[in-house]
Nanobody
Framework: QVHLVESGGGLVQAGGSLRLSCVASGSIFNIAYMGWWRQTPGNERESVAQAIQGPSIFYRDSVKGRFTISRDDAKNTVYLQMNDLKPDDTAVYYC???????????????WGQGTQVTVSS
């Protein structure tokens, strides 16, 4: 069984910074994809930043230059450094990983429980 646990959300003023972390635990063979998504009430979940094994990094346009995703494969962890936060960044942030376990080796999608980020103006 694989579990993703996120940490680092909170309340911050506009212009401030936060760092999110997400660690995967369990019988892990390989993590091909690590990413951060976010969701606000009444809206679909949207991709914020993605780190694909290789590595290839992708950001949504609105966070380019402000957010940085990084992954530590030795620790099965992905980070999101968020700088110059804006009220529009307020959302629940979820980490997503595509993981092959030691048992099946079949890639499967896993999500964290979500962490609230609130940016006040």
């Amino acid at each position: 069984q694989v579990h993703l646990v996120e940490s680092g959300g909170g309340l911050v003023q506009a212009g401030g910074s936060l760092r999110l972390s997400c660690v995967a635990s369990g019988s892990i063979f390989n993590i091909a994809y690590m990413g951060w998504w976010r969701q606000t009430p009444g809206n679909e979940r949207e991709s914020v930043a993605q780190a694909i094994q290789g590595p290839s990094i992708f950001y949504r346009d609105s966070v380019k230059g402000r957010f940085t995703i990084s992954r530590d494969d030795a620790k099965n962890t992905v980070y999101l450094q968020m700088n110059d936060l804006k009220p529009d960044d307020t959302a629940v942030y979820y980490c997503k990983m595509i993981i092959q376990t030691q048992d099946t080796r079949a890639p499967r999608e896993y999500w964290g429980q979500g962490t609230q980020v609130t940016v006040s103006s």
